[in-house]
């Protein structure tokens, strides 16, 4: 049976612990090939030489495993030491906000209440320009209906108008399409408006995600039918539970 290399067994250079587990894994591999080639088990004795085979590789991955952790250690630690000395600065995640987040938090926060009153003040003043520009475009509209073809004056009078109507569609839209902005930096701040769902009957919104969302709903029972299942629940309406059985 397959014997493992040691370090600097051919009297070259000893090899790394990578590599040590590189030449033990690939000639167990290898060995592993032969049980292929030869067919499979084919008797008792086969089938304890592949348990042993077996054996030997779970023992070279777990050696292989503890030799990467080792390896990685120093990494590991400076890594996480350069993370937790940015992540008092710039950390934002579950695990704690740093002091350059929060403190971009504080000024959205005395932001907001500003920017909301500016938002207000614009929309009624583009509700009030929107008004403006409908009354311009009757009255033009109203003028122009009224005119005389042969009265130049008529017509005159209901293109000034015309044109003044013009003028405030475009003030309006001008109004409608300004927001409410600080912009003491290279990027402004606006407002974002968001949206969050609240179940407020969760049989209703089965039955509508039933129709609207059926393949997510269907994904979603399957995996709880799953861990259900490997939890040891049986006789689950609906389950079928299939038995299967490999070599562990």
């Known amino acids: 049976m397959f014997a493992a290399p040691t370090m600097g067994h051919n009297g070259g250079p000893a090899l790394t612990p990578f590599e040590v587990s590189r030449d033990?894994?690939?000639?167990?591999?290898a060995e592993a090939r032969h049980w292929l080639d030869a067919g499979g088990v084919k008797s008792q004795a086969d089938a304890n030489g592949v348990s042993k085979l077996l054996d030997l590789l779970r023992k070279a991955?777990?050696?292989a495993d503890e030799r990467r952790v080792a390896e990685a250690k120093p990494h590991d630690d400076a890594k996480a030491e350069i993370q937790a000395r940015y992540g008092a600065l710039i950390q934002d995640n579950k695990s704690g906000k740093g002091r350059a987040v929060l403190a971009v938090e504080v000024c959205k926060a005395a932001l907001t209440p500003w920017l909301e009153r500016q938002e207000a003040e614009k929309r009624a003043a583009a509700e009030a320009a929107r008004r403006e520009a409908d009354e311009r475009a009757r009255e033009?509209?109203?003028?122009?209906?009224?005119?005389?073809?042969?009265d130049i004056e008529d017509r005159e009078h209901a293109e000034l108008l015309a044109q003044e109507a013009r003028r405030a569609e475009a003030a309006a839209g001008r109004a409608e399409g300004e927001r409410a902005s600080a912009r003491g930096g290279t990027r402004a701040v606006t407002l974002r408006t968001t949206y969050r769902a609240e179940v407020t009957d969760a049989t209703e919104f089965a039955r509508w995600a039933w129709v609207n969302?059926?393949?997510e709903i269907l994904a979603a029972l399957a995996v709880i039918a799953g861990r259900q299942v490997a939890a040891g629940t049986r006789g689950i309406p609906g389950v079928t539970v299939h038995e299967e059985?490999?070599?562990v």
Do not use: M
């Open 245 to 247: 059985r490999k070599a």
């Open 24 to 29: 033990e894994i690939d000639a167990l591999c």
């Open 61 to 63: 991955i777990k050696r």
């Open 213 to 215: 969302c059926r393949d």
């Open 140 to 150: 033009a509209a109203l003028a122009l209906q009224l005119s005389k073809p042969s």
